[in-house]
Every structure is written in C-alpha cells, then in structure tokens.
C-alpha cells in the first residue's frame, strides 16, 4: 500500500500510540479528580500542554486543548468575535479557507455582520493590497490560514499581522495553522498571530484531539460552558489519551528541518517524474519555497480526478482530488474556482500530499502507475 493523501490524515507514530495507551488502560483517571489517578491524569495533562507551548515558542498558560481543527477554528472565530462585538461588526478571511472557517463566516453574514472575502491569485497566494483596502476601524476579526489543505501555498502571516495591527486596533488576527505545524516554521509570537489553532491527526497524532493557542493578554470568553476545564475557555471532561497523543506528536517535530527535506525530496521526485512522464499535465502548485513541501496539486487533462483515483486505488495507491472535508460533495474545488482555473482543470485535479514515511521508490511508483492509468483512460476515451 502507497498511502499519499496525508492533507487528509496520517498515520500515527508507534510511539504516539504506545504513549497512549497506558492512559486508555491505566492511567486512566479524570484530570479533575482529587485522588492519586486524577492527579496522575492531570500531570500527564501539564506535561503534554508544556510539550505544544515549547514546540510553538509560547507560555504553556496559552495553550488549550481541544477536539480538533474544526473545534479549534469554532472556538478561536466564535470568541474572538463575541470579545469585539460591540467594537464593530466586520470580519474578514479568504476565498479560500478551510470549511471549518468558511462555514462560520457565512453563519455570520446571514446574521447581518459586514462579511469581506479576499480575493487570491492564480497561484494561491493572498491579495494583501486589497485586505489592506478591506480593513477599517469596524473591523473586529481577519482570519487567514497559514498553508491551504489543497494546493499548499504559503500565506505571508507576519505581513498580514502588520497590516492589520496598522489599519485596526482592536481587530484580532487568527490563523488555521492544520497543515502548518510540522512542515513550516511555526511562532505565532514572531510572526503576530494571535489565535492560531492545528490538529492532531495531520502530524501523525491521534484523531480527535486539537490545539488551540491565545495571545497572554487577549481575554476570550468561552462558547462551551459546563465544569470549567482548560482554565474556563473549554469546558468538558478531557480527552486524556489524545492529549498525551498530541503531546508526543509535536515531540517526534524535534528534527524537524530533517523531516522538511525528506518531505521536499519526494515533492521534487514528483515533479521531475510527473514532467517527464505525463502529457497535458498542469501544475497548481510547485516545488519553490512559497509553497508547502507536503502538498502537490496536478490538474491531468481530459480524465477526471475521480476515475483516476479509483483506478489507482485497485493498484493500492491512495491520492485525493483535493479536501478530505469536501471531496465527497461531489462539488468542484472553492479553492481551485478562486485561483480562476478553467473547468477542465478543476475536474482532473489530484493532491499528492506526502509524509516522512513515504519512500523515492514508492513516488516512482506511483507516478509509473498513474501514467498507465492516464494512458489507458485516454485511449477508451478515443475509442469512443
């Protein structure tokens, strides 16, 4: 098996899992209880907290754990716009988020708050001019992703916290950092993010389990209420084996530059193969720096992405048409539509998405695969 959708998920260390189950079997004590297992429970808490807070260069006091990105993203939007609400009411983020952003947004437009979408390139990137045109003193949140989940593109996140520290005082910036930590650099503290929030399952931890980081001096209320867990902001008991999971997870990110470039070798082993090997290939993302070295879009003309992953799904290699969020939908890529490419394009996209535990030999593979499928699709196809 060539697993390569790991946008969508990954898998999980051994050493994640082995950490992990000592607190599923015995260890498994509720972090709020008095007696010796609930303290137990609560120090293996403290410890994973420390190990986020010191991967992300922040106090551990910033960090609380929640059930993922879509939870973190929620929390971080929800709370930042409760804290300004009487400060104004637009928000802004881009065309091309993740739906766990995109969908809390239109919530808000369909309850009268001032909505503004910027606009992206034809290559993914932000139109910083028009978010700096965008914002004014009514504007209470800017939330923009760090890496897009589908063809990878780097958005400048220090330029746009300084852009929106010079146009908006009070105007909260939060960043969905998912497909960020563990494959580019990461420091919301340097780079002025005050919200930032990422999953535990795209960095071969456990699913289930997120993170979410504030500001020290940014006051959020909670939108959850119940028993006060995470210093008030999360209520609900918490998911103690994941959060040991998480914590592990972030701890395998120590050689993380060594991680990177296996993770750019196998994207420009793609690259180089996929040009020399496919015809009437599109690439909607490439190898250089502004984009991220664990995602690759393609766009194959005349075959459509999902015949294409079904015929190499039967060969044991697993590649998706783009989010794992959306993909069953059957609706053609947002992001794909707001990077203006044509129809033919968005219908034959593929994300290639890699981890450390792929192989040079395994892409070899796959691309000699997906070049026999290509041609076999297209012949049928001549034939009719």
């Known amino acids: 098996m060539i697993y390569l959708d790991n946008s969508a998920t990954t898998r999980a260390d051994e050493q994640v899992v082995t950490a992990m189950n000592k607190y599923f079997l015995e260890c498994y004590g509720n972090p709020s209880s008095l007696h010796r297992m609930g303290l137990e429970a609560e120090k293996a808490m403290n410890k994973a907290r420390k190990q986020v807070a010191g991967f992300l260069k922040v106090d551990e006091k910033t960090i609380t754990f929640v059930s993922g990105g879509t939870e973190g993203n929620n929390l971080a939007i929800r709370s930042a716009i409760n804290k300004n609400k009487r400060l104004g009411n637009k928000i802004i983020t ?113 699913k289930g389990i997120g993170a979410i980081y504030v500001r020290k001096d940014l006051a959020l209320q909670p939108i959850l209420f119940g028993g006060g867990q995470e210093r008030g902001f999360r209520s609900g008991t918490e998911n103690l084996p994941g959060v040991v999971g998480i914590g592990v997870a972030v701890e395998q990110l120590s050689q993380f530059q060594q991680q990177v470039d296996h993770l750019q070798a196998l994207k420009s082993k793609a690259i180089e193969l996929l040009k020399a090997e496919l015809s ?36 044991e290699i697993f590649i998706s048409s783009g989010s794992a969020c959306t993909s069953k939908k059957n609706s053609q890529s947002h992001v794909l539509k707001s990077m203006n490419l044509s129809s033919k394009y968005i219908e034959g996209s593929l994300r290639i998405s890699f981890s450390k535990y792929n192989t040079l030999e395994e892409i070899e593979y796959m691309v000699k695969m997906l070049k026999e499928s290509v041609d076999n699709v297209r012949k049928f196809t001549r034939r009719r």
């Not at 034809?122 to 989940?149: C, P, R, W, Y």
């Not at 490439?286 to 015949?307: C, F, T």
């Open 94 to 206: 881009s065309a091309i988020e993740h739906p766990s952003v995109l969908e809390v947004f239109k919530s808000y437009e369909n309850n009268g708050y001032d909505v503004f979408y910027i606009d992206v390139d034809k290559k993914g990137f932000l139109d910083l001019e028009q978010l700096e045109e965008a914002l004014d003193d009514k504007t209470i949140l800017v939330s923009i992703m760090k890496v897009n989940n589908e063809v990878g593109s780097i958005q400048n996140t220090r330029e746009i916290a300084k852009i929106i520290k010079e146009r908006s005082q009070y105007c909260i910036f939060h960043s969905d950092c998912v497909q960020a930590v563990g494959k580019v650099p990461v420091e919301p503290l340097s780079e002025g993010i005050d919200i930032l929030t990422f999953s535990g399952h795209k960095i071969h931890g456990p």
């Open 280 to 315: 009437g290939i599109h690439f909607n993302s490439d190898e250089s720096e502004k984009y991220a070295p664990h995602v690759l879009n393609i766009s194959i003309e005349d075959v459509k992405s999902e015949v294409l992953l079904h015929l190499l799904e039967k060969k």
